[in-house]
């Protein structure tokens, strides 16, 4: 026969609520400091490029011939470039147009992907062999070659809708469809990966018995997959996407590193870095040009994959560190 104070635990246990397991992968998250130290200084760095965008979207490309190469001071403590400009301000500015790039790839990459693969692995059968194999042929492709192509075949398009459009009315039309074009470009052949992942994840889930219990039902199978697998499928899309956001970062600087990605005068790290290195000889050394740009790209690169670690580990508890 129970006594009272043993009925007054069990009911207390039994009123107890139970934490969700988003709440539990946030518990996770937040106790990795390395990954929610990251975190923070991610958020402060786009706060800062997005305060300042008044100042910098004015002053990244003026032009003081005096400040020519003037070394960081404490007035500024950037310096100037071989044109007399800001270069905390041009950072400041070309790390709002590459995070933009770099979060609107992923965003798209990650669109496609998911959509692919999860329609791959739902049909089956000579769809999902077909589809696999257009993964397949495009993995072989060289990267830059697609980008390029991409580049050439809708940039003029584009440029003329940028032009029609009146939400960029008081801009220059060429260097947003630039931006468009190259933001499309890297989205476009980014998200092989992310299909051959969800693939395999739908292929699993698909045979789990919520899912039978729905199929039974005769729920749909676009139902199936909004209803009952994307919310399965929310902790390897977060983590797929915050490691694609800093590849896309990384591939949008090379690009322009290159000379082929965002046009000039707007600045990103990978073109700010590509002047830093010109800047560099054996005689006199402008440190300062190379530097910004470079410690700016490598402490956020860093920051998101230590970001990305942590989420993965936050929704897979049984992943090692």
């Not at 990251?38 to 402060?44: H, K």
């Not at 051959?196 to 199936?224: D, H, K, T, Y």
Request: aromatic share 8%; hydrophobic share 50%; net charge neutral.
């Amino acid at each position: 026969m129970l006594n009272s104070a043993s009925l007054s635990t069990t009911t207390d246990h039994d009123m107890l609520p139970t934490r969700s397991p988003a709440s539990r992968s946030w518990s996770r998250f937040r106790a990795n400091k390395l990954a929610m130290g990251s975190a923070i200084f991610l958020l402060g760095l786009m706060v800062a490029t997005v305060a300042t965008l008044p100042i910098t979207s004015a002053g990244y490309d003026a032009q003081t011939l005096s400040l020519n190469r003037q070394p960081p001071s404490w007035a500024h403590i950037g310096g100037y470039d071989a044109l007399g400009r800001d270069m905390m301000q041009r950072c400041l500015f070309g790390g709002l147009i590459s995070l933009s790039v770099g979060i609107g790839a992923a965003l798209l990459s990650v669109t496609i992907g998911v959509l692919w693969g999860a329609i791959a692995a739902l049909a089956g059968g000579r769809v999902d062999n077909a589809m696999m194999r257009i993964v397949d042929i495009l993995y072989g492709l060289p990267y830059i070659l697609l980008v390029i192509l991409l580049k050439v075949s809708f940039e003029r398009p584009l440029t003329e809708l940028v032009q029609w459009s009146e939400l960029f009315e008081d801009r220059n039309d060429a260097q947003v469809a630039n931006i468009l074009i190259l933001l499309i470009a890297i989205g476009a052949v980014s998200w092989l990966t992310m299909a051959r992942v969800i693939r395999g994840q739908v292929l699993s889930l698909r045979e789990m018995p919520f899912v039978e219990a729905a199929r039974a039902a005769g729920v749909g199978p676009v139902r199936i997959l909004v209803r009952h697998l994307l919310p399965n499928l929310v902790g390897p899309i977060v983590v797929y996407a915050t490691l694609t956001v800093p590849q896309a970062i990384l591939q949008e600087s090379f690009l322009s590193f290159l000379g082929i990605g965002v046009a000039k005068p707007i600045p990103t790290w990978g073109s700010l870095a590509a002047d830093g290195v010109a800047a560099i000889n054996t005689v006199v050394s402008f440190w300062w040009m190379l530097f910004y740009p470079c410690l700016f790209l490598g402490i956020t690169l860093l920051a998101l994959n230590f970001v990305g670690d942590g989420l993965r580990d936050a929704f897979d508890p049984k992943t090692t560190r």
